[in-house]
């Protein structure tokens, strides 16, 4: 795993999921497993056309930061990895808003 609090994913409250077997990766078993890390705003699966990639939104980046630390394999797979996520949009608006 890359990054860390205020390391890559800042204030980011997305994470890309990355290796996940094409049959666990579906909304219900995301769900299943990042729920417990806090409110889920969207689960997108197939992100960026990989079928083995998801996106998950948390509420906040607290959250987010919450999955991302957890020592526990995700899905109980220790080659399923989890990395920050930034919205393009969101670099934008940063950038602008900077001076």
Known sequence: RGGGRGGRGGASNMLAVRNIPIEMNSITHLNAH????????????????????????????????AAFSTAEAVM???????????????????LNNSG
């Open 34 to 65: 990042f729920a417990r890390f806090g409110a889920l705003q969207n689960i997108q699966i197939n992100f960026e056309g990989d079928p083995s990639s998801a996106l998950v939104t948390f509420s906040t980046p607290d959250e987010a930061n």
């Open 76 to 94: 109980n797979n220790r080659f399923i990895k989890v990395y920050w996520h930034m919205d393009k949009n969101n670099v934008k608006d940063k």
